[in-house]
């Protein structure tokens, strides 16, 4: 098993940037895909971006792609979600989740969640 932790949100003004942390538990962090999902109030939970075990393949919604960047530093047991131009609309509590899965975009396939960390951002 693995334990999640994200840090890093925030309220930033629209244009502005945040950098989220997820820092994980144990030594076998390289073992998971992870992933970065959000959820807005009163909406369900969306992917936003993944990264494979070693980095060398990164996945983004259509939404954030340009700007957000996923990843990861295995030596460090952390995930990464650089946020740029940050727009209203990315107001939303995000989650960072690990599955040994390959479907990387897929919510269901993670087995691992963190609680979450808001980000709101103001027009």
């Known amino acids: 098993q693995v334990q999640l932790v994200e840090s890093g949100g925030g309220l930033v003004e629209a244009g502005g940037s945040l950098r989220l942390s997820c820092a994980a538990s144990g030594r076998t962090f390289s073992t998971y895909n992870m992933g970065w999902f959000r959820q807005a109030p009163g909406k369900g939970r969306e992917f936003v971006a993944a990264i494979s075990r070693s980095g060398g393949g990164t996945y983004y919604a259509d939404s954030v792609k340009g700007r957000f960047t996923i990843s990861r530093d295995n030596a460090k047991n952390t995930a990464y979600l650089q946020m740029n131009s940050l727009e209203p609309e990315d107001t939303a509590i995000y989650y960072c989740?690990?599955?040994?899965?390959?479907?990387?975009?897929?919510?269901?396939?993670?087995?691992?969640w963190g609680q979450g960390t808001q980000v709101t951002v103001s027009s």
């Open positions: 989740a690990a599955t040994t899965a390959i479907m990387m975009q897929t919510l269901g396939k993670y087995d691992y």
